[in-house]
């Protein structure tokens, strides 16, 4: 089977389509046939910019020399222990290796796709939507009651990959709206359920009179000072993005102790994927609630192309990766 494969840290020319050994699944494993897999920050690492990352993932060479981690497909075949799984069914999670023509996949890390949702979107949907919804929980917008009808959010990265999922799992919540992206994504961010869309580069949101029950920052290209002029007094700041890992570092240092000086609290995190969160999008999905935006979509060996844009840091949602008829659902 052709899979993306890297042996050495580098830019995207390191990553090559190639042919690998078919794998099985085992006792605990599905075996999916790839119909589609999405690109994600997280994928970036292949670079090896930073020893602390390195310390990680091999300090001369990488130790996975495989890429990718959403994927969606058809179940090939079972482990002897699987029990929610049969051959012919159309699954999306994460795993290991998504950019293949094949993965195995752990049962727990798999659910069952909508029908009424393709492929390409139900691939874009696992490590995304579920910052975006992991951050909104945290930020008291969560799925056991603690809803409040009109809350005031602000999006800050409303049209990016998690933005686009954190606008329309808001809007299912109950809460007011509001999206911060660039003048050509105005339309795009209203349209999937921001009631007011805020243009970065004509106003900044932490100079405006405009005060948020929570803000969750996909970017973070603004001090946690300065989303405190926009909160309100007992408002909640989560950020889910940053420029680089020193930066989420510093963040995440600052936050805790920010957060015992003043009454507003301050929240770094990273998702943790999870059955229940991905059944929950599952459900939100099959029901019209959220609909995932795809910017591009691109080949398997087309893949260094797709880093490539990601790094941009311009795509307007997701950016998928394609195997095989992807018209149908």
């Given amino acids: 089977m052709k899979a993306i494969v890297y042996r050495n840290y580098g830019p995207p020319d390191v990553l090559k389509c190639e042919e690998i050994e078919k794998p099985a699944a085992g006792d605990n494993e599905v075996l999916i046939k790839v119909r589609a897999a999405a690109v994600n920050p997280v ?42 799984f049969k051959p012919g069914d159309e699954v999306f999670g994460t795993c290991k290796g998504a950019f293949a023509e094949y993965v195995c996949a752990s049962e727990s890390a798999l659910v069952l796709k909508p029908d009424n949702v393709t492929f390409e979107q139900a691939a874009a949907v696992p490590i995304a939507a579920l910052t975006a919804l992991q951050g909104l929980r945290l930020g008291g917008l969560g799925d056991k009651g603690q809803i409040q009808p009109k809350q005031k959010v602000l999006i800050n990265g409303a049209s990016g990959g998690v933005g686009t999922f954190a606008v329309q799992i808001a809007k299912s919540f109950g809460a007011d709206v509001t999206g911060v992206c660039s003048t050509r994504n105005v339309d795009m961010v209203r349209s999937i359920g921001a009631k007011q869309v805020i243009d970065y580069t004509r106003e900044d949101f932490t100079k405006s009179d405009q005060h948020y029950d929570l803000i969750l920052d996909c970017v973070g290209n603004h001090s946690l000072l300065a989303h405190r002029r926009a909160l309100n007094p007992n408002g909640v700041s989560v950020v889910a993005g940053a420029k680089g ?60 192309e797709a880093i490539r844009y990601l790094e941009k840091r311009h795509a307007r949602g997701k950016l998928v990766i394609t195997l095989g008829d992807n018209n149908k659902t």
């Avoid at 970036?44 to 020399?65: A, D, H, N, Q």
């Avoid at 609909?291 to 691109?298: A, E, G, K, L, N």
């Fill in 43 to 84: 994928d970036l690492l292949f670079r090896g910019t930073s020893y602390m990352v390195r310390i990680m993932t091999g300090l001369r060479k990488p130790k996975e020399t495989r890429i990718g981690h959403d994927v969606a497909g058809q179940v090939e075949a079972v482990g002897r222990n699987v029990t929610q």
């Fill in 245 to 304: 890992l020193w930066d989420f570092l510093t963040r995440a240092l600052t936050a805790p102790v920010l957060s015992r000086l003043v009454s507003q609290k301050f929240v770094t995190f990273i998702a943790k994927l999870n059955k229940k969160d991905l059944t929950m999008m599952r459900e939100l999905m099959a029901t019209g609630k959220v609909t995932p935006v795809i910017d591009r979509r691109y080949s398997l060996s087309e893949v260094p």
